[in-house]
Antibody
Framework: QVQLQESGPGLVKPSQTLSLTCTVS??????????WGWIRQHPGKGLEWIGY???????YYNPSLQSRVTISKDTSKNQFSLRLSSVTAADTAVYYC????????????WGQGTLVTVSS | DIQMTQSPSTLSASVGDRVTITCRAS??????LAWYQQKPGKAPKLLIS???SLESGVPSRFSGSGSGTEFTLTIGCLQPDDFATYYC?????????FGQGTKLEIK
């Protein structure tokens, strides 16, 4: 059973960089053919796909965030990470890491989510 | 971007009712549509893929239909565990987009 767990600061100051890590257990992020990604949910709102990284290292980002987003992976720790630069209050959200299925763009396993608040 | 619009935003129903949620895409997405269920404080759970394929372990009272731009999620006989928020998601093209959600609440 694949499990994902987000970790990182719950409070980030405006203009700084949000950094989150997702630790995966029950499966290797380097063995393929899955994608490993991030989705966020603004308080009381819907879901927004941020991007993901393929097991090979290729990345795919939402164009609306592309200039500020970097997703990377550390296969030795079986983790992947999100960095979102120049944050504002509009980036306050619950951030989920999730596994995307290999053929279809569906997310079958999710972390529990972590709330990140952008505030001074 | 493909816009996904769900209706209604809120739906009040009773245990045992049959309910239908609609999701409309701003352009054709063929059958590349998924439905998720989310309960408060929890991550979304994948229910249906490719518009009508039930995921393993999902009760048969859930069903999905549609293609092109109009889709429906039907719950045949509401159970107490079904009261949650439901989201549709298109995966026809990047960026993947979700509907705004339909909150199913107890009448």
């Amino acid at each position: 059973q694949v499990q994902l767990q987000e970790s990182g600061p719950g409070l980030v100051k405006p203009s700084q960089t949000l950094s989150l890590t997702c630790t995966v257990s029950g499966g290797s992020i380097s063995s393929g053919p899955y994608y490993w990604g991030w989705i966020r949910q603004h308080p009381g709102k819907g879901l927004e796909w941020i991007g993901y990284i393929y097991y090979s290292g290729s990345t795919y980002y939402n164009p609306s965030l592309q200039s500020r987003v970097t997703i990377s992976k550390d296969t030795s720790k079986n983790q992947f990470s999100l960095r979102l630069s120049s944050v504002t209050a509009a980036d306050t959200a619950v951030y989920y890491c999730a596994r995307r299925m290999p053929v279809a763009g569906l997310f079958d396993y999710w972390g529990q989510g972590t709330l990140v608040t952008v505030s001074s | 971007d493909i816009q996904m619009t769900q209706s209604p935003s809120t739906l009040s129903a009773s245990v045992g009712d049959r309910v239908t949620i609609t999701c409309r895409a701003s352009q054709s997405i063929s059958s590349w549509l998924a439905w998720y269920q989310q309960k408060p404080g929890k991550a979304p759970k994948l229910l249906i893929s490719k518009a009508s394929s039930l995921e393993s372990g999902v009760p048969s009272r859930f069903s999905g239909s549609g293609s092109g731009t109009e889709f429906t999620l039907t719950i045949g006989c509401l159970q107490p565990d079904d009261f949650a928020t439901y989201y549709c998601q298109q995966y026809k093209s990047y960026p993947y987009t979700f509907g705004q959600g339909t909150k199913l609440e107890i009448k």
